[in-house]
């Protein structure tokens, strides 16, 4: 079973709706869960961060942590061409004094013009 | 200037030719990383550091190696470069622990082995 799993898509949305990305991990422990945006051929680039249960909004991004459930989602709202890229979610495991991170395969997100 | 830089950004070379690849940040994190990424694997770590004395392996660490040189600087090789390291190889760094480990990632080297 893989430690963080999303749907690797491609996932294609309309420009002004709402893109929808879900990534599910296996270690209950978990603490503290990211969301890059990679661009192709580009590093990861830090989106949001989230450490307790519930939304956290910045601008039109929002994520949405649910550790009984063991998912982390993003939101983008009134999505726009620049956010095509690939989206991955990465997890800080709860091995004490482990700070590796470890990293989905991530989601192509493709917004339709 | 980028806080974290790579070097070199391109490299093509022949199997069998040991390739250093550099990394230098200004971020004054203690933490780095290297990672490779290939296409649906994401990104697999290859080593780690969390000072300059501190040295451990990642999930595929075999036919590399690494050096630390100093806080800022952390150096990947391959000592005998073969086709299937053909990948694209990210630097990370991170500061203190209480941000969660939050990583920042280097512009990338492609690295292509003939």
């Known amino acids: 079973q893989k430690e963080v799993e999303q749907n690797s898509g491609p996932l294609s949305v309309p420009e002004g709706a709402i893109a929808s990305l879900n990534c599910t991990y296996s270690d209950r422990g978990s603490q503290s869960f990211f969301w890059y945006r990679q661009y192709s051929g580009k590093s990861p680039e830090l989106i949001m961060s989230i450490y307790s249960n519930g939304d956290k909004e910045d601008g039109r991004f929002t994520a949405q942590l649910n550790k009984a459930s063991q998912y982390v989602s993003l939101l983008i709202r009134d999505s726009q061409p620049s956010d095509s890229a690939t989206y991955l979610c990465a997890v800080n495991p709860s091995n004490f004094g482990n700070e590796k991170l470890t990293f989905g395969t991530g989601t192509r997100l493709t917004i339709i013009p | 200037d980028a806080d974290v830089t790579q070097t070199p950004r391109n490299r093509i070379t022949k199997t069998g030719k040991r390739i250093m690849l550099e990394c230098s940040q200004t971020k004054g994190h203690d933490r780095m990383y290297w990672y490779r990424q290939d296409p649906g694997l994401g990104l697999r770590l290859i080593y780690y550091s969390f000072d300059v004395k501190d040295i451990n392996k990642g999930e595929i660490s075999d036919g590399y190696s690494v050096s630390r040189q100093a806080q800022a600087k952390f150096s990947l090789s391959l000592e005998s470069a073969i086709p299937n390291q053909t990948a694209l190889y990210f630097c990370?760094?991170?500061?203190?622990?209480?941000?969660?480990?939050?990583?920042?990632f280097g512009p990338g080297t492609r690295l292509t082995v003939l």
């Open positions: 990370a760094t991170s500061g203190w622990a209480g941000d969660g480990n939050t990583q920042y």
